[in-house]
């Protein structure tokens, strides 16, 4: 079972991402960046898994996360992302993106970058609007914002590459790419959008959307094989799954948290499972692996909780297309979902996982750090 290390930081933690490593090798992440937001001073910081010089694995499971270095963040941090393993890049309620270096040989972090205003409100470049969400294919950074604004910068260059103007008449909430030159977004009026970076236009080539329903989208995620599949959650807390090659409305929603969903993540190198966190304090570990198969039910509360599914709301699909998140009736499937925080707390803001290690933050001022999350 699952055992989490909790960290009081005397911060809300909006935001927690691990340092990336290297796919082609079983290391395990061990550094994780923290953003806060609503604090009189907002900071990013940079810190360790506490694994170092640890010898006994007991020691090396308890050890406390270790605070390397921070530095002040104007406004709210409201995303981030690593670009590589030494820089980072956030997003802030002010409408700036912000270039960080970590400076790993004497602990400390550096302001490298910025775009001012990068996101503003309609009619003043100089009055910010938030900059809601970043996402990062190196030296690419793409952010999107409260203004329905998406800008393409790149990390060696100090002018905005390219601005899509009324991109959106609605906030823009969250950005991901599907290729190297598609991304995808989802906004305030329940909308997934599809947009090509090669055209020249303003609008997207494809929207998609839930029946009839409009209901803010916070959060996406890409399956990290199979591109067309695409998860979502938000203000309902639903976690909806998306074809985004055949149909316009998704291919199963299921019925989660109690408030808003604010992040949605497939697992980097096990896409059969996914984490969600919500403004309900909870911390959801969904596992849909093939180990599940033999399991007599569908759904099975973690640590006693009890969750419903609602069935599907797009049309089936062929057995070619099948993985384990776009079945046609979900409810037939197997379907493990466990609370991975031992007490309820204030909003799970945050979420991250890479091998065995997840690490998340929260409004209670604290941050948590799994490292056995499938052992």
């Known amino acids: ?10 911060q809300k933690i909006s935001k927690t991402r691990w340092r990336p490593v290297s796919a082609s090798c079983l290391q395990q992440p061990d550094l994780f960046a923290a953003g806060s937001w609503d604090n009189e001073e907002n900071k990013v910081s940079i810190w360790s898994t506490g694994d170092f010089g640890t010898i006994n694995m007991e020691e090396d499971y308890l050890a406390d996360p270790k605070l390397l270095c921070e530095i002040r963040h104007k406004g709210d941090v409201m995303d981030m992302q690593f670009l ?3 820089r980072i890049v956030t997003a802030s309620s002010s409408g700036r993106v912000t270039v960080f270096r970590h400076h790993q040989n004497n602990q400390t972090l ?6 001012e205003n990068a996101h503003c409100h309609s009619g003043s470049k100089d009055v910010g609007a938030p900059c809601t969400g970043i996402i990062c294919n190196n030296p690419e950074i793409i952010s999107v914002g409260e203004d329905g604004r998406i800008n393409v910068f790149r990390a060696d260059s100090k002018d905005i590459v390219r601005t ?10 969250a950005v991901t790419f599907l290729r190297t030159t598609e991304i995808l977004t989802v906004n305030s009026i329940g909308q997934l959008k599809m947009w090509d970076l090669r055209q020249q236009g303003n609008d997207p080539t494809q929207i998609f959307s839930v029946a009839n329903e409009r209901v803010p989208l916070h959060c996406l995620d890409r399956h990290p094989s199979q591109q067309h599949v695409v998860a979502t959650g938000g203000q309902d807390g639903m976690l909806c799954f998306w074809d985004v090659r055949q149909s316009k409305m998704p291919i199963s929603l299921l019925s989660a948290h ?10 980097p190198s096990k896409p059969d499972h996914i984490f969600t966190c919500s403004e309900d304090g909870s ?11 033999e399991r007599p039910s569908f759904l099975v509360g973690g640590r006693g909780t009890s969750h419903l599914s609602r069935s599907n709301a797009g049309q089936s699909v062929s057995q070619s297309l099948m993985t384990a998140w776009l079945s046609s009736d979900p409810t037939k499937g197997n379907l493990e979902i466990t609370n991975l925080l031992p007490t309820s707390v204030l909003s799970v803001n945050s979420l991250d996982a890479v091998g065995e290690y997840l690490v998340c933050g929260t409004d209670a001022e604290s941050i948590y750090v799994t ?5």
């Open 84 to 86: 590589d393993q030494e």
């Open 283 to 293: 911390l959801w570990h969904w596992d849909a692996s093939a180990e599940n198969l």
């Open 1 to 10: 079972m699952e055992s989490m290390i909790a960290k009081f930081v005397s």
């Open 258 to 267: 109690n408030a808003e969903m604010w992040e949605v993540h497939f697992h």
């Open 164 to 173: 899509i103007d009324d991109a959106d008449s609605s906030t823009m909430h």
């Open 371 to 375: 490292k056995r999350l499938f052992t």
């Open 110 to 115: 550096s302001e490298k970058q910025k775009w």
